[in-house]
């Protein structure tokens, strides 16, 4: 089976998270010779296969075979894949299913690699991957068997194939901030505290501010406002209360605690709560790791272009691999349809993503 049938097949299976829909169990059939373990918790199916070739280093791929929903407006049916125009159309073709076809394919084929190779796959990537990769490596840690450098398969190209390679990825932080006020008539504002008035003048130190400078693998993490709402909906009270919502992209620069004091400064003189949660954090690889500079060799050598290093973007499992201390860096197809109504990839980019992982695995 060559890399383009394989990902015809994996798109066939309906595997909206958490489900896998039975693709695990196929792929652990399609790989022969490598040894598999399941971890499985929550209703959720994590796979580990991995195959010792010599003594030398452990390279993982890593990826995830669950989808979000079609939704609709799709042309054809999603979960039928379809080819048109050199294009292969169906829910997963970018997101991720490409990246598993392309990496199953490569260590199907691979007779010779010097060290251990091994393939780590979720069916809970797109949901809250609360039983997912993270699950699979807190075992393997256990067992001493923990890679020490990953490629996560998400797509990461920006406009054409090989563009961009992701060695990091910003982590996510929350805000919830309410203003307690004293609610009263509007005609009567001076016997009211109006938690509006309250925050105008503040915002201004709040609102897209950065919260550091940022540095050579990341932009500043940015304080962005993403809801503000008081009151009920009426012109003659003021409200009693305010509640404001922010989300900070942050970098390695900036953390929970730096956030909190920088709003106890702002909202001092107010009464006010705030809550803060951190659904990820930030990792970055080293731009001169092996797995760096091997990988970029390899897209140069398939695609003739020198890529780039890149963190921009939201989360992905590539998260989990940097908190357990594993190099590990990013590369699939381009990003420009996932999760969108007729997801779609070309033939052309999931074959040069085959070539590039054959190229790297050679000389690794």
Known sequence: ???????????????????????????????EGYEATYVNEGGVKNLFLTKKFSEGPHLCFAGHVDVVPAGDKWESNPFVPMIKAGRI???????????????????????????????LLTSDEEGEAKYGTVIMLEHLKAKGMLPEYCIVAEPTCEQTFGDAIKIGRRGSINGYLTIEGKQGHAAYPEKAINPVHQIAPILEKIAGINLDNGDNDFAPSQMVITDIRGGME??????????LMFNVRNSTKTTQEEIRKHIDACFSELDYRLELTQGSYPFVTNRDSLLVNKLSQSIQNITAQKTKLSTAGGTSDARFMGAFGIDVVEFGVINDTIHAPNENTSIEEVEALYEVFVD???DF
Do not use: H, W
């Not at 159309?89 to 691979?110: I, L, N, W």
């Open 360 to 362: 790297m695995l050679k």
């Open 1 to 31: 089976m060559q890399v383009v049938d394989l990902l015809l097949k994996l798109l066939s299976y309906k595997s909206l998270t958490p489900d896998d829909a039975g693709s695990l169990k196929f792929i652990e059939e399609y790989l």
């Open 234 to 243: 009426v012109t003659n009270v003021t409200p009693g209360s305010l509640k």
């Open 89 to 119: 159309y169906g829910r997963g073709t970018q997101d991720m299913k490409s990246g598993v076809a392309a990496f199953v394919q490569t260590c199907q084929e691979v007779k010779t690699f010097n060290g251990r190779l091994s393939i």
